[in-house]
């Protein structure tokens, strides 16, 4: 274990499972990330890996199959995972969102159909609120459901669907005229549906088509999608919860625990960025001496060091809050935005510590520099969180006069 971003009051269980974490992740997934990621290759080893450890029903509860852990113990999975490779905590992340929020908001029904399966990695989710025309403003969208008997008929198109292609259901968010009067609040008129679909590219499912995957940056391996709704009739039955309406609210709560594992994911990026400088500095020379002893780059790696540590910390706090039970959209927004910052920035500086390696793709860290940029913007970029921030201590600070 390295000496930055350890967690303090850890059971002998959490350890456990984060030192197995860990090995796996030394051993599996480092060594072959960077090359994977060049082809833009879906990681299906490492993946059945992660479903023979069990970290597909990591916070399942025990009851449906899960190991029923913490939200804490999640996201320092996570964080060691995006240490190894970020693209394969994101496989994870998105089923690990709609399990949480069938595990919160489901009937009955749908938790004994859906999690026993999630919990074993047989069923793979996907959430879906992003459309092309908007990105965090998420009361502006469009998508529609319309009751028709015992079913529903939605019709839209969706965006940045990660596992857009390997999943086999998706909680998807559309608006809901039924049962709301007209002029009733944009975020009071949205319902989650639980759309199941095969696995795939084309038209999954009568009325459903996902389009082939969005070329990006980084982020690769793991497939980004749009998702096209044209007639797609789903039951009633299918209707996260029950009841409509209720779509807005059970988004943000699971968008609420993304965020924590964003903010998890930007440690063990900026981790791992640290090792590769803090080695790489050992071992180049320039006039006569291991760059590391320049007083530069001390500096650079003193500066690193703090951030991984500042953000390893906000992001644990956040998790822990979480778990308590309390409300903790201010801590996540304030772990997610500066974990990001931080990672973009540690990331950054080990990259200057390569000099002109740095930007081939022989080195790890060329990889990590086109994979910070995505946390920016992930589960709502960081002008959203400082938006979100603002609110709350307003709320919290409100002048009495």
């Not at 197995?20 to 994977?36: C, G, N, Q, S, W």
């Not at 029904?109 to 999630?118: A, C, G, S, Y």
């Not at 019709?155 to 857009?164: C, E, F, P, R, S």
């Not at 063990?268 to 006039?287: D, I, K, N, P, W």
């Amino acid at each position: 274990m390295s000496r930055l971003a350890q967690t303090a009051g850890l059971t002998d269980v959490q350890r456990e499972i984060l030192s197995t974490v860990r090995d796996f992740v030394d051993k599996e997934i480092i060594p072959v990330a960077t090359e994977l990621e060049h082809r833009d290759e879906y990681p299906q080893a490492i993946v059945d890996g992660l479903k023979e450890l069990g970290l597909f029903g990591l916070m399942i509860p025990e009851e449906y199959g899960g190991l029923g852990e913490s939200l804490l113990t999640y996201a320092l999975c996570v964080e060691e995972i995006a240490r190894g490779w970020m693209s394969v905590s994101g496989i994870i992340n998105t089923h690990f969102i709609v399990a949480y929020m069938l595990k919160q908001h489901g009937t009955q029904e749908q938790k004994e159909h859906f999690l026993p399966r999630m919990a074993l990695g047989e069923v793979r989710g996907a959430f879906s609120m992003s459309e092309p025309a908007l990105g965090s403003d998420v009361s502006a969208i469009t998508s529609k459901a319309v009751r028709d008997g015992d079913e529903y008929v939605l019709n839209g198109q969706k965006m940045w669907l990660t596992n857009g292609g390997t999943s086999t259901l998706v909680a998807v968010l559309t608006r809901s005229d039924e049962g709301h009067p007209e002029g009733t609040a944009p975020h009071k008129s949205m319902t989650t549906f639980l759309v199941e679909k095969e696995p795939g590219f084309g038209e999954v499912r009568p009325g459903l088509t996902i389009p082939g995957k969005i070329d990006k940056m980084g982020y690769k391996g793991v497939d980004t999608t749009e998702l096209i709704m044209d007639g797609l009739r789903i039951p009633a039955n299918r209707v996260l919860g029950g009841d409509t309406g209720r779509g807005f609210y059970q988004m943000m709560d699971g968008v609420e625990v993304g965020r924590v594992n964003v903010a998890a994911r930007g440690c063990g990026v900026a981790q791992r960025a640290f090792e590769l400088g803090v080695s790489y500095a050992q071992q180049r020379h320039t006039f006569g001496k291991p760059i590391a002893q320049h007083q530069a780059i001390q500096f650079k790696l003193a500066e690193m060091a703090t951030k991984v540590e500042a953000a390893h910390a906000m992001m644990v706090n956040a998790a822990r809050k979480k778990d308590s039970g309390e409300r903790n959209d201010l801590e996540a927004g304030m772990a997610k935005y500066l974990a990001s910052e931080y990672c973009k920035e540690v990331v950054e500086d080990a990259f200057r510590i390569h000099g002109g390696y740095g930007f081939s793709k022989e080195y790890e860290i060329e990889r990590l520099y086109r994979e910070a940029p995505m946390l920016l913007i992930g589960e709502g970029t960081a002008e959203i969180q400082k938006m979100i921030i603002g609110r709350r201590l307003l709320e919290e600070y409100r002048f009495q006069g």
